[in-house]
């Protein structure tokens, strides 16, 4: 079973600011096979990137995702008020999918 | 639009058993599988089981076999997922998800979950 350890767990921004967040796998999996959510209190997940490094519809360019080898990124290239929320990985293989434990971006 | 909603909150004994629902609308249920999650209070998201509408047939996370059924009424457009023997620690709010792409879709391609349904709190309590 692939386990995906996100760190850091809070990272203490302010806006304007760069955060990247990191994703590692505990094996080598399909770069494809990698998505990001950004999550707010009291809401559900909202995808932003699929494929590693692909936007979904309607989310801003700042947000970029990237990989290599079993590391994966999510770049916030500069913060925005309503960017700071959890974010988590995801991954899915052998019918099986799994996530990251998050990483809560806050303002500093 | 493509949207999932679900069922409301629910109290639960220990030992008992929960059963939540998910509506689809905005889109062909039959096509695509419904995951779901869950997320106990101020934890992260973990991912339980998918059902696919149209044959059934169920894939569940090895923590919740024998304890999870995932369940679906192409008549209404609505998946169930039901979890037995509860314990406090199945205190959690519970979402459906629809994966992308289609379940018919073929070869190697990027998944996710999209959309999401609003989640279900469930709390079990004595």
């Known amino acids: 079973e692939i386990v995906l350890t996100q760190s850091p767990g809070t990272l203490s921004l302010s806006p304007g600011e760069r955060a990247t967040l990191s994703c590692r796998a505990s094996?080598?999996?399909?770069?494809?096979?990698l998505a990001w959510y950004q999550q707010k209190p009291g809401q559900a997940p909202r995808l932003l990137i699929y494929g590693a490094s692909s936007r979904a519809t309607g989310i801003p360019d700042r947000f970029s995702g990237s990989a290599s080898g079993t590391d994966f990124t999510l770049t916030i290239s500069r913060l925005e008020p309503e960017d700071f929320a959890v974010y988590y990985c995801?991954?899915?293989?052998?019918?099986?999918?799994?996530f990251g434990q998050g990483t809560k971006v806050e303002i500093k | 639009q493509e949207q999932l909603v679900q069922s409301g909150a629910e109290v639960k004994k220990p030992g008992a058993s929960v059963k939540v629902s998910c509506k689809a609308s905005g889109y062909t249920f039959t096509g695509h599988y419904i995951h779901w999650v869950r997320q106990a209070p101020g934890q992260g998201l973990e991912w339980m089981g998918r059902i696919n509408p149209n044959s059934g047939g169920t894939n569940y996370a090895q923590k919740f076999q024998g304890r999870v059924t995932m369940t679906r009424d192409t008549s209404i457009s609505t998946a169930h997922m039901e979890l037995s023997r509860l314990t406090s620690d199945d205190t959690a709010v519970y979402y459906c998800?629809?994966?992308?792409?289609?379940?018919?879709?073929?070869?190697?391609?990027?998944?996710?979950?999209?959309?999401w349904g609003q989640g279900a709190l469930v709390t079990v309590s004595s």
């Open positions: 094996q080598s999996v399909g770069s494809i096979f």
């Open positions: 998800a629809r994966e992308f792409p289609p379940s018919n879709t073929v070869g190697a391609t990027p998944h996710w979950f999209d959309p």
């Open positions: 995801q991954h899915y293989g052998s019918s099986l999918w799994t």
